[in-house]
Structure formats: structure tokens, C-alpha cells
């Protein structure tokens, strides 16, 4: 079953916390967000439905490897986006920021794809 863009965010948001610390709970994802506990704890639920995530007895939360493959793609197409924003058409970083964050969920494969090759043409390389 495919993620929907929050599942998508909550993913990638795992992903990020995990780089700095190894104990990820629920309410660092909520804060980091800004959603509610309760938001995050139904949106933990379908993650760990999904396959995506492992949650411990003592509230730690974990990515699958499914889930890890997951928030690395989307990180990944995240920061391609963000890089040609910036880099290639001088949009200034929040903008692309933002602008990135959006265009990740909804970009085609073909135009990811093709993206990455420009992008990787130039001498880019993956953040990942």
C-alpha cells in the first residue's frame, strides 16, 4: 500500500532524528513537526501496520529496513530537489526548502530520474 505525503514526512522525520540520536520517541517526532502526540501516535500505528517502523515496550521507535530504504528515497529526492532549486536556479534556500518538501511527494519517477541525471551531469552528488 502506498504512503500518503504525511506518512512520507513522518518517514523522513525518523529518518533525520535517527542521525542524531540512536532513542527516538514519539514525542521528539511530535516536536519536531509541531503535530500533537495524539497525530503522531495514530500516524506511529500505520507505520508499524505498514511495516515501516518497530516500536520497543519502552516507546523507542525504530525504522524497518523497508521503512529505512523508504525515508532514504524520499530524503534523497528531497535534497536533489532542494540542491536544483538552489544551486541551478538561485532560489533562495527557505524557498526551496519548502518548495521541496511539497514537489517530493508528487514528482514522477521519469522526472526524478532525469533530474538526478542533470544534477548528477553537473558534478552533484547524493547527500546520502
Given at each position: 500500500?502506498?504512503?500518503?505525503?504525511?506518512?512520507?514526512?513522518?518517514?523522513?522525520?525518523?529518518?533525520?532524528?535517527?542521525?542524531?540520536?540512536?532513542?527516538?520517541?514519539?514525542?521528539?517526532?511530535?516536536?519536531?513537526?509541531?503535530?500533537?502526540?495524539?497525530?503522531?501516535?495514530?500516524?506511529?500505528?500505520?507505520?508499524?501496520?505498514e511495516?515501516?517502523?518497530?516500536?520497543?515496550?519502552?516507546?523507542?521507535?525504530?525504522?524497518?529496513?523497508a521503512?529505512?530504504?523508504k525515508?532514504?528515497?524520499?530524503?534523497?529526492r528531497?535534497?536533489?530537489?532542494?540542491?536544483?532549486f538552489?544551486?541551478?536556479?538561485g532560489?533562495?534556500?527557505?524557498?526551496?526548502?519548502?518548495d521541496?518538501?511539497?514537489i517530493?511527494?508528487?514528482?514522477?519517477?521519469?522526472?526524478?530520474?532525469?533530474?538526478?541525471?542533470y544534477?548528477?551531469?553537473?558534478?552533484?552528488?547524493?547527500?546520502?
Amino acid at each position: 500500500m502506498p504512503l500518503y505525503e504525511s506518512g512520507e514526512d513522518y518517514l523522513e522525520t525518523i529518518y533525520l532524528l535517527s542521525k542524531k540520536s540512536d532513542f527516538i520517541r514519539s514525542v521528539d517526532i511530535a516536536n519536531e513537526l509541531n503535530y500533537t502526540k495524539a497525530s503522531v501516535s495514530r500516524a506511529m500505528k500505520i507505520l508499524r501496520n505498514e511495516g515501516m517502523i518497530i516500536m520497543s515496550e519502552h516507546g523507542q521507535i525504530r525504522l524497518t529496513k523497508a521503512g529505512m530504504q523508504k525515508a532514504k528515497d524520499i530524503y534523497s529526492r528531497h535534497t536533489l530537489i532542494m540542491d536544483f532549486f538552489a544551486q541551478e536556479l538561485g532560489v533562495n534556500a527557505v524557498t526551496a526548502e519548502k518548495d521541496a518538501c511539497r514537489i517530493e511527494h508528487v514528482i514522477s519517477e521519469e522526472t526524478y530520474l532525469r533530474l538526478r541525471s542533470y544534477m548528477e551531469a553537473r558534478g552533484y552528488q547524493t547527500h546520502i
